[in-house]
C-alpha cells in the first residue's frame, strides 16, 4: 500500500512540474491609416474653423485652397461610398467654397454657411459620425 502511495505521490509530483506551454500568438500593433479622403476631410474641418474665425474677426480669408479640389480624386475608405450623391454634394461644396473666395466681404458669413451646409447634406446621405462636428463650424 505504501508503494502504490509513493508511486501516485510521485507520479502526482511530476505532472505538478510539468510545465505546460502557454498558447501565445504575437499579434502586431496595427496602427490606424486614415484614408486620402479622412486626411482630407480633418484638413478641411480646421482650414475651415480657421476660415470660420478670420470671416468672425473681419480679417481676410485668402485665396481659395485648391487642395480642396482632390476630393474629387482621394482615396475613400469604402470605395462603394463615391455614389453619385457623393459627386453632386462635393461639387456643391466646391462651388460654395470659391463663392465664399469671390464674393463681396459683406456675404462671406452666408457663403461660409452654405458650404458648411453643403458639407452637412453630404454627411446626412453616408459617414454621419461627423455632422455635429461639422455644425460647430456654423456661423451664427
Known amino acids: 500500500m505504501k508503494?502504490?502511495?509513493?508511486?501516485?505521490?510521485?507520479?502526482?509530483?511530476f505532472a505538478s512540474c510539468h510545465k505546460k506551454e502557454k498558447n501565445t500568438t504575437?499579434?502586431?500593433?496595427?496602427?490606424?491609416?486614415?484614408?486620402e479622403m479622412a486626411s482630407?476631410?480633418?484638413?478641411?474641418y480646421y482650414m475651415n474653423a480657421d476660415i470660420k474665425k478670420k470671416i468672425l474677426n473681419n480679417e481676410n480669408i485668402g485665396s481659395f485652397p485648391e487642395r480642396y479640389l482632390t476630393i474629387h480624386t482621394?482615396?475613400?475608405?469604402?470605395?462603394?461610398?463615391?455614389?453619385?450623391?457623393?459627386?453632386?454634394?462635393?461639387?456643391?461644396?466646391?462651388?460654395?467654397?470659391?463663392l465664399l473666395y469671390k464674393e463681396n466681404p459683406q456675404n462671406q458669413k452666408s457663403n461660409f454657411n452654405k458650404a458648411v451646409q453643403?458639407?452637412?447634406?453630404?454627411?446626412?446621405?453616408s459617414c454621419r459620425g461627423p455632422i455635429s462636428r461639422i455644425k460647430k463650424l456654423l456661423i451664427k
Open 3 to 13: 508503494f502504490y502511495f509513493r508511486l501516485i505521490f510521485i507520479a502526482f509530483l
Open 26 to 35: 504575437s499579434s502586431e500593433l496595427v496602427m490606424y491609416q486614415p484614408s
Open 40 to 44: 482630407l476631410m480633418n484638413t478641411m
Open 74 to 98: 482621394a482615396k475613400l475608405t469604402d470605395n462603394n461610398d463615391r455614389t453619385s450623391d457623393f459627386e453632386k454634394f462635393s461639387l456643391k461644396y466646391i462651388d460654395n467654397m470659391k
Open 118 to 125: 453643403s458639407c452637412i447634406a453630404c454627411h446626412q446621405t
